[in-house]
T-cell receptor, first 114, second 111 residues
Framework: EAQVTQNPRYLITVTGKKLTVTCSQN?????MSWYRQDPGLGLRQIYY???????DKGDVPEGYKVSRKEKRNFPLILESPSPNQTSLYFC?????????????FGPGTRLLVL | GEDVEQSLFLSVREGDSSVINCTYT??????LYWYKQEPGAGLQLLTY?????DMKQDQRLTVLLNKKDKHLSLRIADTQTGDSAIYFC???????????FGTGTRLLVSP
């Protein structure tokens, strides 16, 4: 079954304590991205990766880091979380094959930074 | 920059048709997408349309695109209570990497 998995699903932490949210996909997709979802703002792209070792900033990258050492994994790192990073985070993977596009989103990680 | 707008809320009765509207500003949009988000879940890609098309139908879903007015709509025929969810539209330009999402429309279907 094609899927994107994220861990943890829920996380409560304190300001400044480094955390990592993992993301893994099993479709061999080249393209992966991270979004945050906030009320009234829809989804905003944080970072994306076009392939292994190729990452770039999205619209709201401040305070976040990513890495893409393997095709299937794309972790999101918050080196020093702050309360304004309290949000719902989604990882997604996409690809194109013979003109057809497929997209899969993970189930989300709800983060609360105190 | 690019902007995508949606109305916040839509309420319909079971069996009626639902029409969710979206407007966008990027005249270079190449693909436009519709997603469904159920409570506690990620987004599910429902359908998408290439910018040189006016309409796309997929079972109960019909997407209409008016490129001149930069207006996109999603019609759900014979709406069911299981269609209750938040629906997002999104657009992308010529680059594959960037999607711009609307704020989402919450659809409530009552029996």
């Amino acid at each position: 079954e094609a899927q994107v998995t994220q861990n943890p699903r829920y996380l409560i932490t304190v300001t400044g304590k480094k955390l990592t949210v993992t993301c893994s996909q099993n479709m061999n997709h080249e393209y992966m991205s991270w979004y945050r979802q906030d009320p009234g703002l829809g989804l905003r792209q944080i970072y994306y990766s076009m392939n292994v070792e190729v990452t770039d900033k999205g619209d709201v990258p401040e305070g976040y880091k990513v890495s893409r050492k393997e095709k299937r994994n794309f972790p999101l790192i918050l080196e020093s979380p702050s309360p304004n990073q309290t949000s719902l985070y989604f990882c997604a993977s996409r690809d194109r094959d013979r003109g057809q596009e497929t997209q899969y989103f993970g189930p989300g990680t709800r983060l609360l930074v105190l | 920059g690019e902007d995508v707008e949606q109305s916040l809320f839509l309420s319909v009765r079971e069996g009626d048709s639902s029409v969710i509207n979206c407007t966008y500003t990027d005249s270079s949009s190449t693909y436009l997408y519709w997603y469904k988000q159920e409570p506690g879940a990620g987004l599910q890609l429902l359908t998408y349309i290439f910018s040189n098309m006016d309409m796309k139908q997929d079972q109960r879903l019909t997407v209409l695109l008016n490129k001149k007015d930069k207006h996109l709509s999603l019609r759900i025929a014979d709406t069911q209570t299981g269609d209750s969810a938040i629906y997002f539209c999104a657009e992308r330009g010529t680059g594959f990497q960037k999607l711009v999402f609307g704020t989402g429309t919450r659809l409530l279907v009552s029996p």
